[in-house]
Nanobody
Framework: QLQLVESGGGLVQPGGSLRLSCAFL????????VAWFRQAPGKGREGISR????????DYADSVKGRFTISREDAKNTIYLQMNNLKPEDTAAYYC????????????????????WGQGTQVNVSS
């Protein structure tokens, strides 16, 4: 059984940085393509970044491109989302997600492409 456990959310000032972590428990990270999503009040779930199983391809939503970086450290069974130059509009609940290879070959930033989800971690960007 794969369980995804998120951490790293909190309150940060505009312009600040935060790094979210998502630990893969029960199964090796190396078997999965991964992604990060977020959901702000009054909005649908937005795919903001994804990375393929090998770590050679990463995609970003226009809303975070140039500010956020997805990464994976398979030896630690953990993925990360480094968030820089945070803006108030980044305030949301953030979720990590995974889908097992070979289905991960077809994964995009659509939430329906993913099978496993973290519990969510809240990020509040406010002065």
């Amino acid at each position: 059984q794969l369980q995804l456990v998120e951490s790293g959310g909190g309150l940060v000032q505009p312009g600040g940085s935060l790094r979210l972590s998502c630990a893969f428990l029960g199964r090796p990270l190396e078997y999965y393509g991964v992604a990060w999503f977020r959901q702000a009040p009054g909005k649908g779930r937005e795919g903001i970044s994804r990375m393929n199983r090998s770590g050679t391809v990463a995609d970003y939503a226009d809303s975070v491109k140039g500010r956020f970086t997805i990464s994976r450290e398979d030896a630690k069974n953990t993925i990360y989302l480094q968030m820089n130059n945070l803006k108030p509009e980044d305030t949301a609940a953030y979720y990590c997600a995974a889908v097992e290879f070979p289905k991960s070959l077809r994964a995009t930033l659509r939430s329906g492409d993913y099978t496993y989800w973290g519990q969510g971690t809240q990020v509040n960007v406010s002065s």
